[in-house]
């Protein structure tokens, strides 16, 4: 197999399921949702009873992705094709009132399993939209909101999403949380990169994990965030919080501790506003237990630093100070171990009895 998710078990006709493709290194070249789509499904030209798929994946790699295809496609009689935008688009839906509806006629879709709350997703005909009333008359999706609202949400839910956040060849698929948002099959037979993910399982050590962060000013007068919360700087009454820089994807986080240890203990990956996602070292970041290491302390600060043209000199070491903003990791509730306790009072994290 290819895919970390078992499709004949997942095969329900036009419902999607969530899962990846791995290199033979175990490492994630792709997230992706993967359709059981009919012929006539996004109203093909000619209707056609073979199995079909629909794969969505980042658009970005949508090449890499059917180039990859091909590359195992041997004497198999399957045609690997990318659609046009202007054929399909995916629509994110949520609330109570979309969950609480059947799902309407042959639509392609799929309940979102990668977090509690991430609703469902909808793949319609290009330049279509979800439909605002049922064939009676009754409210159906909602109201139309921005991407930048679903992107907030899904940060919030500490949910990576594309190769910008789950980066290609390096981002190991349960350190990006595969496990945890119903993305691998531990039970199906062999695919590229199992080895390396079964080993893991059964070690049941993960060092890293990317979780949800908020962005806070660096000044020592101002203490750190207690809960995670979005503030968008157009709305926000507060000049320092207005003014957060965004620190460039790949920026290294440490802790703000001239006596600590060099290693780093985290990397951002990207955000919105004053909120972001970065893969942690939870026992540097957080309060989650793994080995019986002490190193968690509640009043540890972490911070990123980086430089940009406007304020590094062609002559500065790269150790002087740039840009600098703090960094506050929080651990969602539904990353569910009972290896994990509370141990501070991480308000985030569920306690195990």
């Known amino acids: 197999g290819l895919t970390t998710a078992n499709i004949r078990t997942s095969l329900v006709p036009n419902r999607g ?4 493709f791995l290199n033979a290194a175990g490492r994630v070249l792709h997230d992706v949702f993967i359709y059981p789509a009919s012929g006539q499904s996004l109203k093909a030209k000619v209707e056609d009873k073979e199995p079909r798929f629909l794969i969505e994946v980042d658009a970005r790699e949508v090449e890499r992705l059917a180039a990859h295809l091909r590359r195992f496609k041997l004497r198999a009689k399957i045609t690997v094709r990318v659609l046009e935008e202007a054929e399909s688009g995916v629509w994110g839906l949520w609330g109570q009132q979309p969950l609480a509806r059947p799902w309407p006629g042959k639509q392609i879709g799929c309940e979102d399993t990668r977090a509690p709350g991430m609703g469902r997703r909808l793949v319609l005909p290009g330049g279509t939209k979800p439909e605002p009333e049922d064939e009676k008359g ?14 907030v949400r899904r940060m919030l839910k500490g949910v990576a999403e594309g ?3 789950i980066l290609r060849e390096t981002a190991l698929p349960l350190e990006s949380n595969m496990d945890y948002m119903g993305g691998i099959d531990f039970h199906k037979g062999c695919y590229v990169g199992q080895e390396l993910t079964i080993r893991t399982r059964h070690t049941g050590v993960v060092r890293k994990r990317i979780l949800p962060v908020q962005l806070y000013p660096a000044d020592p007068s101002l203490g750190q965030p207690m809960f995670l919360s979005y503030n968008p700087p157009p709305s926000t009454t507060s000049s320092d919080i207005a003014a ?14 001239p006596q600590a240890p060099a290693r780093e203990a985290g990397k951002w990956l990207g955000g919105v506003g004053n909120i972001g996602l970065a893969l942690c ?5 957080t309060d989650t237990v793994i080995t019986d290491a002490d190193i968690f302390r509640s009043k540890h600060e972490f911070w990123a630093k980086w430089h940009t043209l406007e304020n590094r000199p062609e002559s500065a070491d790269p150790l002087m100070p740039g840009t600098v903003v703090k960094i506050k990791a929080f651990v969602p509730i539904w990353h569910e171990d009972p290896r994990k306790i509370v141990r501070e009072g991480n308000p985030l994290i569920r306690k195990h009895e």
Do not use: K
Request: proline share 10%; net charge negative; hydrophobic share 30%.
């Open 17 to 20: 399921f969530y899962g990846a």
């Open 138 to 151: 009754t409210a159906w999706w909602g109201q139309e909101t921005s991407v930048e609202s679903y992107e």
């Open 163 to 165: 190769q910008g956040e």
């Open 244 to 257: 957060l820089p965004m620190p460039p994807p790949g920026t290294r986080i440490s802790r703000v501790d």
């Open 281 to 285: 070292r939870l026992e540097s970041m």
